[in-house]
């Protein structure tokens, strides 16, 4: 158990909806980072955040959106639905130490219909 | 921007057979981390190097940084069906903030 906890597991909707998908952190962790994994494919960053703030920006669209909220836990907005944006959802989280590794989520799983 | 490349794509081999996997950096990375994803599971860490040159073991896994800081290698001696999954290698590049790079990782079948 990694310690980071993702919400929901599984998420079926049609195109156009909107979802939320929400992370919590590791107890102590400030960072949060959201990847995209597609079917058979890498880790697509998304976007970070440090105790509340955007420090980085991936190849995030801007249907999406995301945030950090004062308590650290993160949510990562996914609108106007097409069928391409069906994908394993990965949220991870590390510590504030220099070179720490990322700690993952059991990740939600979209599909798009 | 940063780019990590690994390769080979997929990897086949039959049980007890070696393995070896590489990664490149279009940039020198401040440090290269490994993650190995199971099937069906998320990315758990395995480990990091920092030093240039460094070599690293976990019991059957030999890592490896290059002098560079530009390239990364992940060796498995005698492979075990417990090994498949799918390595990822993620660096990190001081210069584009803690942002890690993943590769598109090598997926590793074993066969028994």
């Known amino acids: 158990d990694s310690g980071v906890t993702q919400t929901p597991k599984h998420l079926i909707t049609a195109t156009g909806q909107r979802v939320t998908l929400r992370c919590s952190p590791r107890?102590?962790?400030?960072?949060v980072y959201w990847y995209q994994q597609s079917l058979d494919q890498g880790l697509q960053f998304l976007i970070q955040?440090?105790?509340?703030?955007?420090?980085a920006k991936g190849n995030i669209l801007e249907r999406f959106s995301a945030q950090q909220f004062p308590d650290l836990h993160s949510e990562l907005n996914l609108s106007s639905l097409e069928l391409g944006d069906s994908a394993l959802y990965f949220c991870a989280s590390r510590d504030s130490s220099y070179n720490s590794p990322l700690h993952f989520g059991n990740g939600t799983r979209l599909t798009v219909t | 921007g940063q780019q990590v490349m690994q390769i080979p794509q997929y990897q086949h081999v039959q049980e007890g057979e070696d393995f070896t996997t590489y990664c490149n950096s279009s940039t020198t990375l401040s440090n290269i981390q490994w993650y190995k994803q199971r099937p069906g599971g998320h990315p758990v860490f395995l480990i990091q190097l920092v030093k240039s040159g460094e070599v690293k073991k976990q019991k059957r896994l030999t890592f490896q940084f290059g002098e560079a800081k530009k390239n990364s290698s992940l060796h498995i001696t005698a492979t075990q069906t417990t090994d498949v999954g799918t390595y990822f290698c993620a660096g990190l590049n001081d210069n584009y903030g803690q942002n890690f790079v993943f590769g598109p990782g090598t997926r590793l079948s074993v066969l028994p």
């Open positions: 107890s102590g962790d400030l960072s």
């Open positions: 955040y440090y105790n509340g703030e955007e420090r």
